[in-house]
């Protein structure tokens, strides 16, 4: 099998959170196992932070400058990845100029630059050549085993992406607080979260068994002991599907709400939209309900791990071993 060179073209930071970091060199490993050869392009000092421990990654002040072009002229990219919601058509023009571009789950302007598209998280993104599905769900490969549904909830994961740009979290947490159900609660929160006065506050007033989790380096092991799981409608939720955790989707930005109607669509997740439009008496209902409902908390589990089953990575390589070929033909 020829070998061909990527590059990835990806930022994350406190305001627009970390998951297309980590999908990035979850995929550049496979890239990696498939001996191909990976180098990375971000304008954020997190990212390069977080990318240099696995990858080779160079930090720029911006796109277009000598030290890019320098790199891209070594390097010789077969094919450069732009995994970002969007990207500014002089920096498109830019990478268009060393190969062709491909992105993930784009869906900003200038769309019409990128050669090919891949999206499991915004199918309704416009970039021609496009392969949409959750068939192209990229996971860590820490995520194996998946769990078995208990007749009873003695526990509920709670989690809002890495900055919990809305502080939602809290109220989430209150919903919770208002239940009289006997359960464990653990809130995972990112690098990022800001809402500390606002937590402390319901914290300061619940009488739940609460845990706060941070830096949580193997999120399997914490996904997997819990039965009940809120989250937001990005990544995480693809991990929540393929682990079988039945969910309740509280949107953390409002364009998640088309992955969170999919999966509901799909028979796994409760989506309640939005988390400025959804109040605590939704919360609180949806989640007392799936507690009760042993059968459709059996069947979110039964379907998730069908929707997400773990060999997206796999298929997005091959998808881009074509991608390179076409290049050379």
């Known amino acids: 099998m020829k070998s061909y060179n990527f590059i990835f073209v990806v930022d994350g930071n406190n305001k627009i959170g970390l998951g297309h970091v980590y999908r990035s060199t979850n995929l550049a490993d496979q890239l990696i196992k498939n001996k191909h050869k990976v180098h990375f392009l971000t304008t954020e000092k997190i990212s390069k932070t977080i990318i240099s421990r696995k ?15 320098s790199i891209l002229k070594s390097f010789n990219p077969d094919l450069i990845i732009i995994d970002k919601l969007n990207e500014k058509k002089i920096n498109l023009k830019f990478f268009k100029k060393f190969a062709k571009v491909a992105s993930i789950d784009y869906v900003g302007k200038n769309y019409e630059l990128i050669d090919y598209g891949i999206n499991y998280l915004y199918p309704s993104s416009k970039v021609k050549n496009s392969f949409s599905g959750f068939e192209y769900v990229i996971l860590n490969k820490k995520f194996t085993s998946k769990i078995k549904i208990k007749k009873n909830v003695t526990s509920i994961l709670v989690l809002q992406g890495g900055s919990d740009t809305y502080c939602f ?10 239940l009289d159900n006997k359960f464990k609660i653990s809130i995972v929160l990112g690098a990022s979260f800001q809402c500390w006065s606002k ?10 068994n609460i845990k706060i989790l941070k830096d949580i380096s193997n999120m399997p092991v914490i996904m997997k002991k819990h039965d009940l799981a809120i989250t937001a409608g990005g990544n995480t939720l693809m991990e929540l599907a393929y682990l079988g955790i039945p969910s309740i989707i509280v949107c953390g930005e409002k364009f998640e709400n088309e992955t969170a109607k999919l999966m509901e ?5 409760k ?17 007392r309900d799936l507690m009760l409902n042993y059968d459709l908390r059996l069947k979110m ?10 060999k997206g990575s796999k ?5 881009l071993e074509n991608f390179c070929r076409q290049k050379s033909l």
């Open 169 to 178: 979290i809290p109220k989430i947490l209150s919903a919770l607080n208002n």
């Open 271 to 287: 989506n309640l939209g939005f988390g400025n439009d959804v109040s605590l008496k939704q919360i609180e209902k949806s989640v």
């Open 55 to 69: 990858h080779k990654c160079t930090l720029l002040s911006k796109i277009n400058n000598l030290k890019s072009i």
């Open 199 to 208: 937590l402390n506050k319901i914290l300061s007033e619940s009488n739940k």
């Open 315 to 319: 298929r997005i390589v091959t998808l």
């Open 301 to 310: 589990n039964y379907f998730g791990k069908r929707v997400v089953d773990g």
């Open 265 to 269: 669509k799909k028979h796994f997740g």
